[in-house]
């Protein structure tokens, strides 16, 4: 069956109300936060397709705006649950239960406890990100658009006022974090945009004068944020933990299994990291078994490494049996200023466009990690990041039917199949299982299964950050390091547990259903269908299994 069967076909009633409903609202959203549904870094947002003259304006988050924006989503939301009682067909019940998924998370960033009300790194992030793609050439610029330049840095100092005044709070990682954060965005306006600008030819005076205001704008904020204690909490409770998780992502299995699924994953990770250091270098820790791996040896350039090792991943899944061919293209570079804050050393941004016309973004950022590091992690986080992963997973999300399949991503299904992409490397044979691989390859799981179980008890309230940066130290992470991931995990409730969570139930389902199905059936119906809740995905492979 193919990759993008499951359209919903005339005969089914309630498709073209489902249909209409959800094309209005993905217009919606794009037209009101073109920056919050282009880009990937706003999880809770649908990847919308924003009109090219949208791309070209910052979105509006005053108060009011945004209640209206809300109230708009609710209405929306109250005519999807009028209208489920008349889905039947399995296809259109899975574009229902997407949309549902996406209404609700929407909803709640536009409710009053959001990020627009409380974050200043939420409008750090809009003002840098409205600018992603003129600096990477979408669209290309022309003489004339100096104006809409001008405008829309005008716009950027109208958000940043807004943060301004309506941030009344902030929570202890916020405030241990915001000094960094802030000098990135300081570098961005007050070097990286002007001499982007300069090097264009776009040099007057309206120009120069409207990015002296967005900087003065900035200030303001920081002299705002600088001066507010730290009084609001960040743990999200149980509650508020498990409605993310279920309410957004479709996980209904609650928060003590989570609990428990991490706990195994650790030991199963603590106990073949130890079966392949005695394998590699007997009587030694895994930790110092790794330090014995022979590194590759490297070009020059780290990001050359990089280039070539997708290159081999691309032409090993091209002829795979058990995986559609990668589509798209794939382009290396250093992680921009505006980024280098909000990602971690390797990470994927989404191409804007149809992968035919834009390429997807794999950033490095070299200094952020030793360079022994890159060298030993290099097969594993190209995977990750690009083929069989993200890259392969958003290039195939645009070519299915529904359009809810389309515009919707669940961190649980997006993270969890990158994790399995990587254990795809020694299952078909792309890296031979030596020590050295499953060394690194259990490290990388170990690591995952500390960082979500950290962000499980930070957000129901079972530790502290202390506690969390103790735990983070049994992957070996430097204490620095570590520091700075507990208060990252803790602004982001959720996010971590989805690696260890997703690539745990995608094994389980492989291992139930792959022996009947063969594995290239069984990635065939996990894919087709969108980033679906994977016990709706059950359903069907159970289904095809008889």
Same mark, same amino acid.
């Given at each position: 069956m193919s990759l993008i069967s499951g359209s919903l076909g005339p005969s089914e009633p309630a498709g073209p109300a489902l249909t209409g409903l959800a094309g209005d609202y993905f217009r919606y959203l794009a037209r009101k936060f073109p920056t919050l549904c +282009?880009?990937?870094e706003f999880i809770f947002f649908p990847r919308a397709p924003v009109p090219p003259a949208d791309w070209w304006q910052a979105p509006v988050l005053e108060a009011a705006a945004v209640q209206e924006a809300a109230a708009q989503v609710a209405e929306w939301q109250a005519r999807l649950a009028a209208l489920l009682p008349e889905i039947k067909a399995p296809a259109l019940a899975a574009e229902a239960v997407l949309l549902r998924h996406s209404l609700g998370s929407v909803l709640r960033e536009l409710g009053p406890a959001g990020p627009w009300a409380r974050d200043p790194f939420f409008y750090l992030k809009v003002a840098s990100?409205?600018?992603a793609p003129?600096? #990477? =050439?979408?669209?290309?610029? *022309? %003489? =004339?658009d100096e104006k809409k330049l001008t405008e829309l840095l005008f716009q950027v100092s109208q958000l940043l006022a807004c943060a301004k005044q309506q941030i009344q709070s902030l929570n202890l990682p916020t405030q241990l974090l915001a000094a960094g954060a802030f000098a990135d965005a300081r570098r961005f306006f007050d070097e990286v945009l002007p001499g982007f600008f300069t *090097? +264009? =030819?776009f040099t007057g005076k309206s120009l120069r004068s409207r990015l002296s205001e967005v900087s003065e704008a900035l200030q303001r904020l920081w002299e705002k944020v600088s001066a507010l204690p730290a009084k609001a909490p960040y743990s999200r409770g149980a509650t508020g933990l498990l409605e993310i998780l279920t309410q957004s992502w479709g996980w209904d299995q609650g928060l003590d299994a989570a609990a428990l699924i991490l706990e195994e994953e650790i030991a199963a990770s603590q106990t073949a990291l130890a079966a392949a250091a005695q394998d590699l270098s007997p009587g030694l820790s895994w930790t110092a078994a790794l330090e014995k791996i022979p590194l590759p040896e490297p070009p020059g350039d780290l990001l050359d490494l990089y280039r070539r090792e997708i290159e081999c991943l691309w032409a090993f899944w091209e002829d795979s049996p058990v995986l559609p061919p990668p589509r798209g293209r794939v382009a290396v570079a250093a992680t921009p200023l505006y980024l280098r804050s909000l990602r971690s050393s390797a990470s994927y941004a989404a191409a804007w466009g149809p992968p035919e016309e834009a390429p997807g973004y794999f950033y490095v950022?070299?200094?952020? $990690?030793?360079? #022994?590091?890159?060298q030993r992690h290099c097969p594993f986080l190209s995977a990750h990041e690009t083929v069989p992963g993200h890259h392969f997973l958003d290039t195939l999300r645009l070519s299915l039917t529904g359009a809810v399949a389309r515009h919707y991503e669940s961190p649980l299904y997006y993270e969890g199949w990158a994790c399995y992409a990587e254990t795809l490397l020694l299952s078909e044979g792309y890296l031979e299982k030596t020590p050295g691989h499953l060394l690194v390859g259990w490290q990388r799981r170990l690591w995952r299964a500390l960082r979500g179980q950290v962000d499980l008890e930070l957000h129901r309230g079972r530790w502290d950050l202390e506690e969390g940066c103790r735990r983070l130290a049994q992957a070996g992470y430097p204490e620095a390091s570590a520091r700075l991931q507990v208060l990252q995990l803790a602004l982001n409730p959720g996010y971590q547990l989805c690696y260890t969570l997703g690539l745990r139930e995608i094994l389980r389902l +492989? /291992? /139930?259903y792959a022996p009947a199905l063969g594995l290239g059936r069984f990635h065939d119906l996990l894919l087709r269908g969108g980033q679906l809740p994977l016990t709706w995905v059950e359903k069907r492979? %159970? $289904? *095809? *299994?008889g």
């Open positions: +282009r880009h990937d990100l409205v600018w003129i600096l #990477a =050439g979408t669209p290309q610029l *022309a %003489k =004339g *090097a +264009r =030819g950022s070299p200094d952020l $990690e030793d360079r #022994a590091h890159h +492989r /291992e /139930e492979l %159970k $289904e *095809a *299994a």
